[in-house]
């Protein structure tokens, strides 16, 4: 029951959620691939605010990502295709966490591999390491091999996560791709093959034409969609596959502002990330932790946990 | 580094499309270097989504002036604000031009709309600058008296001869190279510029930094989607213009993106 109360600033809100044994204290954290590994938004936010972070994706070797232009703007949202750019996971390691892993908030790594053996292989070598939890990116569009392959066929996305849940010490989070026809089923499969949460949704395929040169604006030609102009699919999806799955959910796409982020939880998300939003303002995740205490203070609810599935679908 | 929120001192059009706006700022009027930017939300957030990165063209007092072309939906958006309206501005950014003494006779080459960030630079220099600007045409000719208040000399380009001399900005810079004149060449313009002005200072062994433009998202080095290719020692790698440059040195960068 919802405490129906009014509330005022003295309410006191219990903002702490958890997702698989890890304990956030408020339930925002960064998506992967808009955060880089932290350090540049520390200029602009106090991150031990944030629930989490999700750092940029992860892989075995070095990758040099894509060809650019790797972002073209689009209504209410962009379109990118970054390709995994990152610096391999040893350097990683070596060079970025050891400036991160004392940050008061919970770490999370994305990893990606072409094979399911890179997957495992970089979920070992992190499982000794200061990250609190992986996510499995088994949806980038962006890459021509790995990625994507790997998270639109259930067979494919059960063997995986059993596979990497076997070198995995760490709770591992399974990010699903919405460029699937039915998401619910690769959500069943991920949590039968054994992973400890869902994360929905990644980008949506897309693409744009510069109708004066005829040329798609992204060298890749295509990309990946997000911003609020993924927002409702993202909260639709949520809501089906909280509905198809007992593992918690963290939701993402478009979110804005503190409502955005109640909406998902009341779909079904225990936790929200916020990713695209922070390019218009690299103050908006803190910005969603304070809307969110605000809503809860504003409806007299003392936990946000009562929030999460608590749509009254008609 | 950090969010502003900046409010517009003048805001003017100095030639078709071309707005120049100044700002107060004391943050970043105090931090910026030459050919470091801002990046600008535009307002409107269901037509632009991101921030604009529009390069510092001055700095004094508290004040910070940019100039931009009026070239889409978010710059339109940007035209259109008045005196005393607010703008939410991230800055200053990047890594901006390198300004020494050692540099007794620097070279600065500018095309079209390149030639704002390199206001602030010339300025750095003691009108010990010799300035290159090319334009498409005498309509697009602008600022050519405020560069020759701070430059040693000024020569003006045009496509098509209706202001300075007929040609590209190039020419007359190659005829004080081969004169042995200048010890370092700055320039920001469109690619085929730059790639002309860094295949002449390989050519002439004069060192040599370009200005780069990418498409940006974040602006602050997180999102990795403004790259540009580098190389070292054969190796070919992405680098960011918005962290790493805009401003890099020529032989740093391909220009083959």
Not at chain 1, 29 to 47: L, M, N, P, R, V
Not at chain 1, 278 to 290: A, G
Request: net charge neutral.
């Amino acid at each position: 029951m919802l405490a129906v109360i009014e509330g005022n600033d003295k309410t006191v809100v219990d903002m702490k959620v958890n997702i698989a044994g890890v304990e956030f204290k408020n339930p925002v954290i960064t998506a992967s691939g808009t955060f880089g590994f932290g350090k540049e938004f520390s200029q602009y936010i106090d991150i031990s605010k944030l629930g989490g972070i999700t750092l940029k994706g992860l892989t075995l070797a070095p990758r040099e990502g894509n060809k650019p232009p790797r972002i073209a703007e689009t209504p209410a949202g962009i379109l990118n295709s970054v390709g995994l750019q990152n610096p391999g996971i040893e350097d990683f390691l070596k060079d970025e966490l050891p400036a991160i892993k004392n940050l008061d908030t919970v770490l999370i790594a994305n990893i990606s591999g072409n094979t399911i053996e890179d997957y495992c292989s970089i979920a070992e070598k992190l499982s000794d390491s200061d990250i609190d939890m992986i996510e499995m990116n088994i949806s980038c569009p962006n890459v021509k091999s790995g990625g994507i392959v790997f998270g639109t066929q259930p067979e494919t996305v059960n063997k995986i996560t059993g596979e990497v849940k076997k070198h995995c010490k760490k709770p591992l989070i399974v990010k699903l791709s919405p460029n699937v026809t039915d998401i619910t089923e690769i959500a069943r499969a991920a949590e039968a093959g054994g992973a400890d949460a869902l994360s929905l949704i990644n980008t949506i395929l897309g693409m744009k034409i510069d109708i004066h040169t005829k040329r798609p604006v992204l060298a890749n030609n295509v990309g990946g969609l997000s911003g609020p102009a993924v927002k409702p699919v993202a909260v639709r999806m949520v809501w089906q596959v909280a509905n198809a799955v007992k593992v918690p959910l963290i939701g993402m796409g478009g979110i804005m502002t503190g409502e955005d982020a109640v909406e998902f939880m009341l779909a079904g998300a225990t936790a929200v990330a916020v990713g695209t939003g922070m390019f218009k303002d690299p103050e908006m995740s803190v910005k969603v932790v304070n809307g969110i205490e605000k809503y809860l203070k504003d409806k007299g609810i003392n936990d946000v946990k009562e929030l999460i599935g608590a749509v009254i679908p008609n | 580094m950090g969010k502003n929120l900046c409010k517009i001192y003048s805001i003017d059009e100095i030639a078709a499309n071309i707005t120049d706006v100044v700002i107060e700022s004391e943050f970043i009027a105090s931090n910026a270097k030459p050919g470091q930017f801002l990046h600008i939300d535009c307002g409107d957030e269901i037509n632009n989504f991101l921030r604009r990165p529009i390069s510092i063209c001055d700095v004094y007092d508290n004040k910070v002036r940019f100039i931009f072309e009026v070239k889409g939906n978010g710059t339109n958006r940007l035209a259109a604000k008045k005196r005393g309206d607010i703008l939410d501005v991230l800055g200053p950014l990047g890594n901006g031009f390198t300004v020494s003494d050692e540099y007794k006779q620097p070279m600065i080459v500018g095309g079209g709309i390149g030639i704002f960030p390199l206001l602030n630079l010339a300025k750095q220099f003691d009108k010990k600058a010799e300035v290159f600007l090319g334009f498409r045409n005498k309509d697009r000719l602008v600022m050519e008296n405020e560069f020759k208040a701070v430059s040693k000399d000024v020569s003006i380009v045009s496509d098509d001869g209706s202001c300075g001399i007929k040609g590209l900005v190039t020419e007359p810079l190659i005829n004080r190279l081969e004169n042995g004149v200048g010890d370092i060449i700055y320039a920001c313009g469109p690619t085929p510029m730059l790639r002309a002005v860094k295949t002449l200072a390989e050519k002439y062994k004069v060192k040599c930094q370009l200005s780069l433009e990418q498409r940006m998202g974040c602006g602050i080095g997180a999102c990795l989607v403004c790259s540009c290719q580098t190389v070292f020692t054969g190796t070919k790698k992405y680098k960011k213009v918005c962290a790493d440059g805009p401003v890099f040195w020529s032989d740093e960068v391909t220009l083959n993106d």
